[in-house]
């Protein structure tokens, strides 16, 4: 079997990001799992918060920068999906939210995908299940049953039990992985881009 591709898109906005951070521990436990089963397995990471104007832009031209293009190309070609975004006002951040949107309908349809999150407190692990989880429903992915929430106080209190933050992400990456691990690889394919000629793309945005 070849190698497996597994992308993460995190959405922290600061440097250093706790969502960065939950996002690195996750993917290296994913990794960790795949590779004991047998499986080589690539890792990228999609950081949001360098791509925030091309995304802002693509929402009003409908055009992607490059950068973005290769984002959106890279998810959607992954075998398997880690998607975290930081809590705020009891939902996923508007900048994950935005990237989703500019990915195209079916882009996710029976991917593996593992959902998880990071917020100043444990009350906002619900909107893993109340916003999360249905986003990617609707998007047809196939979301792994445990979902990782990372509060504050999980970080200085990480005891290894089973429901740390560690045990957490030790089930969640072994769901992903073993959802994954039976699976052929995507075959990477770059389809020739058309080019549409500038005074087309000016008459449908006339039409609009």
């Known amino acids: 079997m070849n190698t497996l591709n597994l992308v993460v898109v995190t959405a922290g906005l600061s440097v250093p990001s706790s969502t960065r951070l939950l996002a690195d521990r996750l993917a290296e436990a994913t990794a960790r799992d795949l590779r004991a089963a047998g499986r080589e397995v690539d890792v990228r990471v999609v950081e949001l918060r360098g791509l925030a104007r091309d995304i802002a832009d693509n929402l009003v031209t409908g055009f992607p920068p490059p950068a973005l293009r290769d984002a959106v190309r890279a998810v959607e070609e992954a075998d398997g999906l880690i998607a975290v975004t930081p809590i705020f006002s009891a939902s996923y951040s508007g900048l994950f939210k935005s990237f989703v949107d500019v990915l195209d309908r079916d882009a996710l349809t029976g991917k593996p995908v593992l959902i998880a999150a990071t917020g100043g407190t444990a009350r906002h ?17 196939a979301v792994v049953p445990t979902a990782v929430f990372a509060a504050s106080e999980d970080w200085g209190a990480d005891g290894g039990g089973d429901g740390s933050l560690a045990g957490r992400i030790a089930r969640a990456a072994g769901e992903l992985a073993e959802s994954l691990a039976g699976r052929p690889a995507t075959p990477r394919t770059r389809p020739t881009e058309q080019v549409v000629p500038f005074a087309r793309q000016l008459a449908a945005l006339r039409a609009h």
């Not at 692990?125 to 992915?141: T, V």
């Open 125 to 141: 692990s619900l909107a893993l299940e109340h916003a999360l989880r249905p986003l990617f429903s609707y998007l047809r992915a």
